[in-house]
Structure formats: C-alpha cells, structure tokens
C-alpha cells in the first residue's frame, strides 16, 4: 500500500522556523519526485515545492524562494520542508504529494497519485 504520511506542523510566530517531514513506504522511495502542496481556505491548493527523485532539481513557488528549502534522504524515505521566516499567509494545511511517473528529466511537477493526511501550520502570535 502507498502511502505517505507527514508530520511537524504546529503553532509558530511569525517569523519562527518549522521542519515538515514525509515519510513514503510502499513504493520505491528513491525513483519518485515529490512535491509540497497546500491549503487553505480562502486560496486552495497552492504548489509549495518539488524535489527530483536523486535531489536536484529543486524548485519553489515564487513566495516560498528564500525562506524554505525542500530535501530528502532516500535512505529514510523521508522528505523535509525547512521552514524559516514564516509568515502569517504561510499559515495553511501542508500535503506531501508523490508524482504518479518516474521522471529522468523534470520539466513539470505532477501528476500525483499519493497524497499524505496533511499537516497543519499555523503562524499566529
């Protein structure tokens, strides 16, 4: 069974740092791109970043360039997202999401196929 299942979320000022972490089984961790997407209310899905399958390219939305950094250890399974300088508009639950293909050049992220449960980041004072 595929699954991918995220933590890390949680209550931050702004200004504050949180690391989302995605751990993947039931698939080959280490032949999948994967990206970072979320949600809220007022704005929908929003594409956060991406991670090629070895780890480069990475790629982030223009609002997130700067502040958040996308990685991954294939021999964890596991994909981060360090968050720093958070912003209240930051605030939002966050999917990891694994593309459905095996990609050998990135010129686009998705289609999916996996989503995780999603994890809430709030960032309030």
């Known amino acids: 069974q595929v699954q991918l299942v995220e933590s890390g979320g949680g209550l931050v000022q702004p200004g504050g740092s949180l690391r989302l972490s995605c751990v993947g089984s039931?698939?080959?961790?280490?032949?999948?791109?994967l990206s970072w997407i979320r949600q809220t209310p007022g704005k929908g899905l929003e594409w956060v970043s991406g991670?090629?399958?070895?780890?480069?390219?990475?790629t982030y939305t223009e609002s997130a360039k700067g502040r958040f950094t996308i990685s991954r250890d294939n021999a964890q399974n596991t994909v981060y997202l360090q968050m720093n300088s958070l912003k209240p508009e930051d605030s939002a639950v966050y999917y990891c999401?694994?593309?459905?293909?095996?990609?050998?050049?990135?010129?686009?992220?998705?289609?999916?196929?996996?989503w995780g449960q999603g994890t809430q980041v709030t960032v309030s004072s």
């Open positions: 999401a694994k593309e459905r293909d095996v990609v050998l050049v990135v010129t686009t992220w998705g289609p999916y196929d996996c």
């Open positions: 039931g698939f080959t961790f280490s032949s999948y791109g």
């Open positions: 991670i090629h399958s070895d780890g480069e390219p990475t």
